[in-house]
């Protein structure tokens, strides 16, 4: 079973190994004497991390240790499609950060809820299966990344792909990752994507394909109403692939300026394992920056101010965090056909569960987000920079303490700002591995991110206000029909706006003088340290970041066995 993948195992064949591995791993780890040597080490088992540990150990040559924080992901409701609400606020699995208090929005906290498990946020996510417009990594190229143009990692969305659809031009089959389309939708999933029509928004049958532009059915990484996360994805029992969980990475060891191995945190105590080729940061964009930061790789000032040795200055480290920005638009609805009505229904849920027990349908073998719309805020713009997410439910709240569904049937139109100018960093706050990094946006800091996100609004008033949606509106609760003015929906979006938890770029790839990173994802004048997870994008990707982080994972794979040739 060596290669066999988790695709042919039953369930229950696939606990069993998942707890044989880890158990064989971790004593092996505790047991350690002295230290443990490996060709490679990757410290994260997220969405790259993944796809980078199961490519390196895929053809037996290399022995790669995966350090995973968290734990295995055995939670069941990690692998419900709808589960993902469970698992929004779970501190077994989620690292629950939050940011610090955002000025142009009331000093509100953002609330960041990442993976801590096997699969990383691919673990815990909303599972849209979104690549970005083909410009953004021509972009990057135009930026100085070389090898990074649309052209250049298509083949690398292709290769993790098997797309249900089949291969084509833009897809492919065969990967490892499961791409797949709703097995299950309510009847309003069509009355949005008709209303979007009718605004006037062209439909578009694969954001992935020829163009993004227009309104369509997102695809998922769900296979047979299961989530696929990068876990499921890329790890598989080999006696060359070593999977710690439980196992925190608190410093790169650095030698004569190459790192040479990682010290890690596990329950029975402090540890290291060497690395005699490389070492691979994949923290992603809040990890990553804090264990180089630990490490002695960033901001001179900062790293002595908390008492770190500094290896190497590099002010780049922690910086240029940006994200992609939303708010809602919220309609009651007249039909008990919204997520809403199964939140607020225990009768529903039982019929639910036993839906999805016995057929692997009905709400649970979804997520609740069937159809979006790629749109321009200026028709003089080139490429779209909203995406507006149709949602069929609404909500009250959404917080570290959960999502707090309205008490009836509604459903939601959310536009999300794909181009935000703000920057913002991630910043230690104090010198302790194990305490959660300090976490600035700067949301709404420029004319450009107001208007798009006033324009967002209206596109979606438009949307809701078709003769589609008829049938469905009984009135709009957010913002409400007397917030009209300027004023007044500036207020709204202080008070309601949101992270989309899309977080990229804290240690951006270029070749700036505070980039952290080369095209080759090699960490400036650090030997035989990378850094492969969205930390690395030099701007942020329109549309969800979970299949572009796979992507960087796979191209790192190969740029790292290309190095050792």
């Known amino acids: ?34 230290e443990a040597s490996y060709d490679f080490i990757v410290t994260g088992a997220g969405s ?77 996510n909303g599972m849209v299966y979104m690549r970005g417009n083909a410009a953004d990594y021509d972009e990057w190229r135009q930026r100085g990344c070389e090898g990074w143009d649309y052209a250049s990692v298509l083949p690398y969305f292709k290769k993790a792909e098997d797309n249900v659809r089949g291969g084509d031009e833009f897809h492919g089959t065969g990967g490892p990752l499961k791409v797949s389309d709703h097995r299950w939708q309510p009847t309003l999933a069509k009355a949005m994507h ?116 500094v290896i190497k200055d590099m002010p780049g480290v922690g ?79 959404r917080d570290r303490h959960g999502v707090v569904a309205q008490p009836f049937s509604a459903f939601g139109l959310s536009p999300v700002h794909l181009r935000p100018d703000g920057r913002g960093t991630v910043r230690l706050k104090s010198a302790d591995p194990l305490a959660a990094p300090e976490i600035r946006f700067n949301f709404l800091k420029s004319t450009n991110d107001w208007n798009a996100m006033m324009q967002g609004m209206r596109i979606c008033r438009e949307i809701g206000s078709q003769a589609a949606l008829k049938p469905f509106v009984v009135e709009e609760i957010l913002p409400g029909p007397a917030v009209t003015g300027e004023a007044e929906l500036r207020d709204y979006l202080r008070a309601t706006g949101v992270s989309n938890l899309h977080p990229v770029g804290t240690c951006r790839m270029g070749r700036e003088t505070d980039a952290v990173v080369d095209p080759q994802l090699r960490v400036h004048g650090v030997g035989a340290l990378r850094v492969a997870d969205a930390s690395i994008m030099p701007t942020i990707v329109a549309g969800n970041t979970n299949a572009p982080s796979i992507m960087i994972g796979e191209k790192c794979a190969d740029m790292v066995r290309a190095a050792v040739r």
């Open 319 to 397: 910086s240029h965090l940006h994200d992609h920005f939303n708010t809602y638009v919220a309609y009651r609805c007249s039909q008990p056909v919204t997520m809403n009505d199964l939140v607020n229904s225990f009768a529903r849920r039982v019929i639910a569960g036993a839906q999805y027990a016995l057929g692997r349908t009905g709400p649970l073998a979804s997520m609740g987000l069937y159809v979006g719309a790629l749109v321009r805020s200026d028709k003089r713009f080139e490429r779209p920079d909203l995406q507006i997410n149709m949602f069929a439910w609404a909500i009250k709240t």
């Open 194 to 309: 008709d209303a979007a029509v009718q605004a006037g928004i062209p439909a578009n049958p694969d954001f992935n394909g020829a163009t993004q532009e227009g309104v369509g059915y997102y695809q998922t990484t769900i296979n047979k109403a299961r989530r696929w996360s990068s876990a499921r994805a890329y790890l598989r029992k080999r006696k060359n692939l070593t999977i710690a969980t439980r196992a925190h990475a608190t410093r790169v060891l650095i030698e004569n300026g190459r790192a040479v191995g990682v010290e890690y945190r596990t329950p029975a105590g402090l540890t290291s394992a060497r690395a005699t080729r490389e070492v691979i940061v994949s923290g992603g964009v809040y990890g990553s920056p804090q264990l180089l930061m630990l490490s002695g790789l960033g901001p001179a000032a900062h790293l002595q101010q908390h008492g770190i040795k």
């Open 48 to 124: 790259a991390g993944c796809a980078v540990a199961g490519r390196l150990s895929e053809d037996g040559r290399f022995s790669v240790l995966l350090l995973e924080a968290g734990p295995s992901d055995t939670y069941p409701w990690i692998h419900i499609p709808l589960g993902y609400h469970k698992t929004f606020n779970n501190p077994k699995v989620n690292w629950m950060f939050d940011s610090e208090p955002e000025p142009e929005l009331n000093d509100r906290i953002m609330y960041q809820p990442r993976g801590k498990v096997l699969g990383g946020t691919s673990s815990i």
């Open 1 to 34: 079973m060596r290669d066999q993948s988790r695709n042919n195992l039953s369930q229950s064949d696939q606990s069993r190994i998942d707890r044989s591995r880890l158990g064989s791993n971790l004593s092996t780890l505790c047991g350690m004497q002295n």
